[in-house]
């Protein structure tokens, strides 16, 4: 058998590096989703929108790049009530 002393691979063969996802329960950061909700959260506390429209309108406007299902846990956990304002 041949011994893989000395042996090293070339960087540019070498698979990509990824940062992994922080593990800790309060998050890493602003971009965090937990922060992201937040945020959102504390828009519509903030605005005070007079519908379910306008909330979500509000939150589609001030945070474009979050998903609708973000948008959509956010307008819930600010309502209190699975499915908006009643």
């Known amino acids: 058998m041949g011994s893989t002393t000395g042996v090293w691979r070339?960087?540019?063969?070498?698979?990509?590096?990824?940062?992994?996802?922080?593990?800790s329960?309060?998050?890493a950061g602003?971009?965090?989703?937990?922060?992201l909700l937040r945020a959102m959260i504390?828009?519509?506390?903030?605005s005070r929108?007079?519908?379910d429209a306008e909330a979500l309108r509000l939150l589609r406007d001030?945070?474009?790049e979050a998903s609708l299902a973000m948008?959509?846990?956010a307008f819930t956990?600010?309502?209190?009530t699975p499915y908006g304002r009643g």
Do not use: K, N, Y
């Open 10 to 23: 070339d960087d540019s063969t070498a698979l990509p590096w990824h940062e992994s996802p922080s593990i």
């Open 30 to 35: 602003p971009d965090h989703p937990q922060s």
């Open 77 to 80: 956990a600010s309502t209190g």
């Open 42 to 46: 504390t828009l519509l506390t903030h």
């Open 71 to 73: 948008r959509v846990a």
């Open 25 to 27: 329960p309060g998050g």
């Open 49 to 51: 929108p007079r519908s």
């Open 62 to 64: 001030g945070f474009p």
